[in-house]
């Protein structure tokens, strides 16, 4: 079993940056891919981007691309996504997932039902 904790949300203003992390327990993750999703509120949940276990493959949304970074630490098991130059529209809950798929794969899927363990969210908002 895994469990996926996230922090770092919270209220910013616009253009301003948040650092969010995804601390996992209960299996090491550094064989798989890790993503961050994101949902709004009335809006399905949106890929935003995801990173192969060694960090050397990274996908983002068009959406946030230049503006967003996702890394990894797998020693601490850990995965971040440090968002600049936020807008109002990137308001949302934010997830990280695992996908426990094949291993050692840097075949990045974008949509929510390939990922296996979800966090609980934390909540992003930026005002205008």
């Known amino acids: 079993q895994v469990q996926l904790v996230e922090s770092g949300g919270g209220l910013v203003q616009a253009g301003g940056s948040l650092r969010l992390s995804c601390a996992a327990s209960g299996r090491t993750l550094s064989r798989y891919i890790l993503g961050w999703f994101r949902q709004a509120p009335g809006k399905e949940r949106e890929f935003v981007a995801g990173?192969?276990?060694?960090?050397?493959?990274?996908y983002y949304a068009d959406s946030v691309k230049g503006r967003f970074t996702i890394s990894r630490d797998n020693a601490k098991n850990t995965v971040y996504l440090q968002m600049n130059s936020l807008k109002p529209e990137d308001t949302a809950v934010y997830y990280c997932?695992?996908?426990?798929?094949?291993?050692?794969?840097?075949?990045?899927?974008?949509?929510?039902?390939?990922?296996?363990?979800w966090g609980q969210g934390t909540q992003v908002t930026v005002s205008s």
């Open positions: 997932a695992v996908d426990t798929g094949p291993t050692y794969s840097s075949r990045i899927y974008d949509f929510a039902n390939e990922y296996d363990y």
């Open positions: 990173i192969n276990w060694s960090g050397g493959s990274i």
